[in-house]
């Protein structure tokens, strides 16, 4: 069974701009949660997607939004990136029921110059 | 809002040896589930253990255990004959059992290194 995967590995952008982040989970996983981590602020929950519908939302400005697909797949997105932007984005899907495992991609490194 | 608590930034061990990596956290639920989670050089999260709060029963993986007690909100993990793959961060994690959400709060980290 194939594992999280996540793309691209690494991304170099401008403040300013935006960016995209993809995320394909597990077959049949059809929660997806996303993560920020960081030196500073450690791992931070970004929000979770069931079913097309975000369920949680972490403490994140709105410039930090994200999607479901009918096939599970999901996209974050960052509007306006700033220097403090850059970070390790770590996907992760988990089966149905509750306190299931989270499984892990190897995440996107997003470098804001 | 909870909160999870790793007072080890850093810790090493001897190859063959035992360590214990400690973690607490706040909470007022009853219901919530925690997790050892590693994750080595590779950079990919890799789930060590699980503990479910109803359960008593401390959980146990292999060489890998943990001592829950929900009473003192503690959840440290044991890991015995620690072997030099076991070199990585880990992560303890809590995750709210009453809310329809696969969310995790994290704690920092205690970075562990076996030395050979």
């Known amino acids: 069974k194939a594992g ?17 982040l993809s995320c394909s989970p597990i077959s049949g996983h059809r929660s997806v949660s996303w993560y920020q981590q960081t030196p500073g602020q450690g791992l931070q929950f970004l929000f979770e997607y069931f079913s097309e519908t975000q369920r ?23 509007s306006t990136l700033e220097l403090g932007d850059s970070a390790l984005y770590l996907c992760a899907s988990s089966p149905l029921g509750q306190g299931a495992e989270a499984f892990f991609g190897q995440g996107t490194r997003l470098t804001v110059v | ?20 990596l400690s973690c607490t956290y706040d909470t007022s639920e009853n219901n919530y589930y925690l997790f050892w989670y590693k994750q080595p050089p590779s950079r990919q999260m890799i789930l060590v253990i699980r503990q479910e709060a109803y359960k008593q ?17 503690s959840f440290s ?40």
């Open chain 2, 57 to 73: 029963q401390n959980a146990t993986e292999n060489r890998f255990s943990v001592n829950f007690q929900k009473a003192a909100k």
């Open chain 1, 56 to 78: 949680n939302k972490g403490n994140f400005p709105g410039r930090f939004s994200g999607r479901q697909f009918s096939n599970s797949r999901s996209e974050m997105n960052v």
């Open chain 2, 77 to 116: 993990l044991k890991i015995s004959d620690s072997q030099l793959g076991d070199t990585a961060m880990y992560f303890c994690a809590f995750m709210n059992g009453y809310h329809n959400n696969n969310d995790m709060r994290f704690g920092a980290g205690t970075r562990l290194t076996v030395k050979p």
């Open chain 2, 1 to 20: 809002a909870q909160t999870v608590t790793q007072s080890q930034p850093e810790m090493s061990v001897q190859e063959a040896e035992t360590v214990t």
């Open chain 1, 4 to 20: 999280v995967t996540q793309t691209p590995r690494y991304l170099i952008k401008t403040r300013g701009q935006q960016v995209t």
